[in-house]
């Protein structure tokens, strides 16, 4: 069956350009929803699977109008501080329309898979030089499972090379039917240990490594990728977990992405506490033990 190219999804950019995102010069899709909490996240905005409201507090001068107007009683003014409750928050876009100092922004919006694959194939030139192509990324794309299927498979139809950053946290039936689509998957590992992973993200690692593994033995090209953090995972010891893990799976190579601070500013648009502001960033050098231990273990690691 073909693409539904009318089936409609949450996205919050489209990015062109990206060439870490997979093989060669992409555009990257950003969906919105995610399954996880990572407390890292460097994409906050992407959780909610819906559209929401930010507020700009630079752009705020604290008149109240908001608080007043909001039909859902989702906006609290304390201590001269704008925040929007986000379970009662319907994103009406009253406020967005009113906010006599524009300090209230919507984050994401509808679009058909039509729409987004105009915007895609605007660039094929240049995935044709350089073997590029689209990715879906978020958020995790598999939370809008139809949406993202059908977009797939329209890119297919397009003769697109197609890839995904995702976390393969899903059933296997259904992982097994979106990655018939795909060419690559860039897999997020963030522990080697179910318990720690489910500490730290909300849910244990046994799916998403059980998956990870089926879409190695279906040959599809795999790259395991490790956001290393510090105090989680940046321990020597959970270097040897991980590479271990990925004998299981039967990977012969993983990616390090040191930790950074990118997602910072966006924490405090949305209202919520980022527990890693005062972290320093991890930065190559500081991971050359690390590195080496994955390598030792006949795992081809770079970052
Ligand atoms: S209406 Fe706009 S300027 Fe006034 S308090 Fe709300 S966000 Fe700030
Ligand atoms: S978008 Fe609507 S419901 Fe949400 S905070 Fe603004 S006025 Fe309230």
């Not at 379970?87 to 329309?97: D, F, H, I, L």
């Not at 994401?108 to 030089?129: A, H, M, N, S």
């Not at 003769?159 to 998957?185: A, K, N, S, V, W």
């Not at 993200?201 to 799916?207: D, Y």
Request: charged share 25%; net charge negative; proline share 5%.
């Amino acid at each position: 069956m073909g693409a539904d190219r009318f089936a409609c999804g949450t996205i919050f950019n489209i990015q062109k350009f990206c060439v870490n995102d997979g093989p060669g010069i992409r555009t990257t899709v950003f969906l919105k929803g995610c399954p996880l909490r990572c407390p890292w996240c460097a994409n906050p905005e992407s959780q909610l699977a819906r559209v929401q409201v930010l507020h700009v507090s630079a752009k705020c001068f604290h008149c109240g109008h908001c608080r007043e107007i909001c039909p859902a009683g989702a906006v609290d003014i304390t201590e001269g501080r704008v925040r929007i409750d986000q379970t009662k928050c319907t994103a009406c876009g009253t406020c967005v329309r009113e906010c006599p100092g524009h300090a209230m922004e919507t984050e994401g919006e509808q679009k058909t898979v039509q729409q987004v694959l105009d915007i895609v194939l605007q660039d094929r030139p240049f995935y044709e030089e350089s073997g590029g192509g689209l990715t879906l990324s978020g958020g995790e794309f598999l939370m809008q499972f139809d949406f993202s299927r059908n977009l797939l498979l329209g890119a297919k139809e397009e003769e697109l090379h197609t890839c995904c950053e995702t976390t393969g946290f899903i059933d296997p039936m259904r992982f097994g039917e979106i990655i018939q689509p795909l060419d690559t998957l860039l897999f997020d590992m963030k522990h080697w240990d179910a318990d720690a992973h489910r500490r730290a993200t909300g849910v244990s690692n046994e799916l998403p490594l059980q998956n990870m593994k089926a879409a190695v033995e279906a040959g599809k090209d795999v790259l395991p990728r490790i956001p290393v953090i510090p105090g989680f995972n940046n321990a020597l010891s959970d270097a040897e977990g991980f590479t271990a893990r990925l004998h299981e799976i039967g990977a012969k190579r993983c990616q390090l992405l040191p930790f950074h601070q990118f997602g910072e500013n966006k924490y405090d648009l949305l209202g919520k506490d980022y527990r890693y502001r005062d972290v320093p960033a991890l930065h190559q050098e500081d991971l050359e033990s690390y590195l080496a231990v994955f390598r030792q273990n006949g795992i081809e690691a770079f970052f």
